[in-house]
């Protein structure tokens, strides 16, 4: 699309640095953005010192989690007129052609068209893996093989430059019609599956796609390890989302709890996890068991 009313927005929170870093990539796109706005989530690091030197809109709010961040967003978008939002966390950066090879690929039947989220010290990599999928769009399950590791392999798999799978709010073109369609993002998710709970609701308003030439650069995620609160709302609001968008319901949110606890002592340790199973730490997994199953959402301290 020539003409389109695109704003950038990003949400942070006590990463200063790659802030910067972050909106210096903005700022240097190929095409430029009509606008960018940075959601500050509560940071108290020294992010307000970095926002003042960038000329960008800012809204400063209470840490309201991932979730109530792109809410804020969102709803600036759609109050300002913005046709289309690129959403992105603060820790990655996009490639200097990225906006440009999105808004060229953005149609009127588009709800969301995405970069892809490349290892930023191995960019023969993802970040985070796509799903190989089935009939019915959803992630495979079973034995066989279920993921694409690869940028090489993603090519393969990919219809044209295409694939129908997209990890939201890292580099996301997002249509402001579809979000006055299926609504905002739920801030009651407030961390983790968020990103998922929104991609399959804007699949019920349009295309939600890939671009395997928009390239979205990250940080390597899979040794960080997880604080308490983040092992809460993992577990949780992903046994939820298996429950609200998944087939096989019951095995995959057993097959999935079982990896998530795999997953916290690989990246944290066995005590970590043995405190989280039959010790002091008990209550938050059980916790996060019970309210997932019962689909209460909701922030939870």
């Known amino acids: 699309m020539e003409l389109l009313k695109s704003?950038?927005?990003?949400?942070?929170?006590?990463?200063?640095?790659?802030?910067?870093?972050?909106?210096?990539?903005?700022?240097?796109?190929?095409?430029?953005?009509?606008?960018?706005?940075?959601?500050?989530?509560?940071?108290?690091?020294?992010?307000?010192?970095?926002?003042?030197?960038?000329?960008?809109?800012?809204?400063?709010?209470?840490?309201?989690?991932?979730?109530?961040g792109w809410h804020t967003g969102l709803k600036y978008a759609v109050e300002n007129g913005f046709e289309a939002a690129w959403l992105m966390d603060d820790d990655g950066y996009p490639d200097k052609k990225a906006y440009e090879i999105l808004k060229n690929n953005?149609?009127?039947?588009?709800?969301?068209?995405?970069?892809?989220?490349?290892?930023?010290?191995?960019?023969?990599?993802?970040?985070?893996?796509?799903?190989?999928?089935?009939?019915?769009?959803?992630?495979?399950?079973?034995?066989?093989?279920?993921?694409?590791?690869?940028?090489?392999e993603f090519q393969i798999f990919c219809n044209e430059e295409f694939y129908p799978w997209a990890h939201l709010f890292n580099g996301a073109l997002v249509s402001i019609d579809s979000v006055k369609i299926i609504g905002n993002v739920n801030k009651d998710y407030f961390l983790y599956g968020d990103e998922v709970d929104y991609f399959f609701r804007l699949r019920k308003s349009g295309k939600v796609i890939s671009n395997a030439n928009a390239l979205h650069f990250h940080p390597e995620a899979s040794k960080r390890p997880f604080t308490k609160t983040k092992i809460f709302y993992f577990i949780r609001n992903s046994i939820i989302n298996y429950k609200k968008y998944y087939n096989h319901k019951f095995l995959r949110c057993t097959l999935g709890i079982l990896y998530i606890l795999f997953i916290i002592y690989q990246r944290n340790n066995i005590k970590v996890l043995l405190s989280l199973l039959i010790g002091k730490d008990k209550k938050i997994f059980y916790s996060s068991l019970y309210q997932g199953l019962i689909g209460k959402l909701g922030y939870n301290n």
């Not at 960038?54 to 809204?59: E, L, R």
């Not at 970069?115 to 089935?134: G, M, R, T």
């Open 7 to 68: 704003i950038g927005i990003v949400v942070t929170h006590n990463r200063c640095n790659l802030l910067k870093r972050c909106l210096k990539y903005l700022q240097s796109q190929s095409v430029k953005l009509n606008e960018i706005l940075v959601i500050d989530n509560g940071s108290s690091d020294g992010t307000r010192e970095v926002l003042k030197q960038f000329n960008v809109k800012v809204i400063h709010q209470d840490n309201l989690g991932s979730a109530g």
């Open 106 to 152: 953005f149609s009127k039947d588009t709800a969301c068209v995405s970069s892809v989220l490349i290892n930023e010290n191995d960019n023969s990599k993802f970040v985070f893996p796509f799903p190989i999928l089935d009939k019915q769009g959803l992630p495979k399950f079973g034995f066989q093989k279920r993921n694409i590791i690869s940028y090489k």
